[in-house]
């Protein structure tokens, strides 16, 4: 049995959580039992190693709650899962670095080891390939160190680009002009964008030419100087479209390419220009290449299930 004073007794409802919910995500995922006494908590189980545990997860919690950080439940199960490793003093290093504030004034913060090794490549490389599976935070990452360079003056202008697949890239065919023909393949960018500046401000940035969305057919034969660009979903990208977008690197530029091997929606025989990269690039100065995994996910705690199930099914396969 384990017992934890609590000194500030206004940590406590954000602690447990509505309805105790942050709680019962403690008491499930180590098989303990969690209760209020007095000015304490009191952890019991017939495992005792899985109690010291949970004493050390509820106790860097605490510290995180007296940073004023907020704690929700995928942060929860991140700390239960370092703590079951031995590294639960990472939990509060994660959080200690801000990456981005949103237009509204929140923070930006790595929630996850893969998460924060991925943000810290971003600033120290020149480019860098962010690879994972859907809602590790592989896109909104990279918007968010895109808008800070934007902000700090590193760059005078951010470029976001996807492959739009889905129309074979032949959008002259499409009707409406050139951003009616785009939107809906980019609609995910402007998303992730309008979160970190608000709409106001990237209209007036877009009008003034400081911020480009555009689809991939429309980087060839161009020179990015002094830009931050990201590709996007760039597993549906061919080698031979990874390469031009690659060798469009000019001056005072960075580039950021994610993707998720695992979605590939080029038609069968085509080679993934984001796989073939991966594969052969691995050796270059200030070209870092990242992972994510499940444990990144920073979605409802269903997703990473999801993702772990399809990939233990993809393994069987194999």
């Given at each position: ?35 209020l ?11 005792n ?8 997860v ?6 995180l ?16 899962e ?15 670095d801000?990456v ?5 004034g ?13 943000v810290?490549?971003?600033?120290n ?9 859907a ?13 800070m ?17 889905e ?15 785009v939107?809906?393949?980019l609609?995910p ?10 709409v ?5 940035l ?20 002094d ?23 000019g ?9 998720d ?13 984001l ?44």
């Amino acid at each position: 049995m384990e017992y934890i004073n609590i000194e500030n007794s206004e940590y406590l409802t954000e602690l447990f959580g509505m309805r105790d919910e942050n709680i019962r995500i403690i008491e499930d995922e180590l098989n303990v039992r969690i209760a209020l006494r007095d000015d304490r908590l009191v952890v019991d189980s017939e495992d005792n190693e899985k109690a010291v545990i949970a004493n050390r997860v509820i106790k860097r919690l605490i510290n995180l709650l007296a940073r004023n950080e907020k704690i929700d439940r995928s942060r929860i199960r991140y700390a239960v899962e370092l703590a079951k490793e031995g590294r639960d003093e990472l939990i509060e290093e994660i959080m200690s670095d801000v990456v981005a504030i949103t237009y509204k004034g929140s923070q930006i913060r790595c929630k996850t080891l893969g998460q924060q090794k991925y943000v810290r490549a971003m600033q120290n490389n020149t480019v860098v390939f962010g690879v994972g599976p859907a809602g590790t935070g592989k896109t909104y990452l990279a918007m968010a160190n895109a808008v800070m360079a934007f902000k700090n003056k590193e760059i005078s202008k951010i470029i976001l680009t996807r492959p739009a697949v889905e129309a074979g890239e032949k959008l002259g065919f499409l009707p409406g002009d050139l951003q009616q023909k785009v939107d809906p393949y980019l609609r995910p960018l402007y998303d992730a964008i309008y979160e970190m500046m608000g709409v106001e401000a990237y209209q007036k940035l877009w009008e003034r030419g400081a911020i480009e969305v555009a689809p991939l057919a429309y980087m060839r034969g161009r020179t990015l100087n002094d830009a931050y660009v990201i590709l996007d979903e760039a597993q549906n990208t061919t080698v031979e479209q990874m390469k031009m977008f690659l060798t469009r690197l000019g001056e005072g530029s960075k580039m950021v390419i994610t993707g998720d091997l695992t979605q590939i929606d080029l038609p069968e025989g085509k080679t993934s220009g984001l796989k073939h990269a991966i594969n052969i690039l691995g050796s270059i100065d200030k070209l870092q290449i990242c992972h994510l995994t499940a444990k990144d996910v920073v979605r409802h705690e269903i997703v990473m299930n999801i993702i772990k199930a399809y990939d233990k099914s993809n393994e069987q396969k194999r």
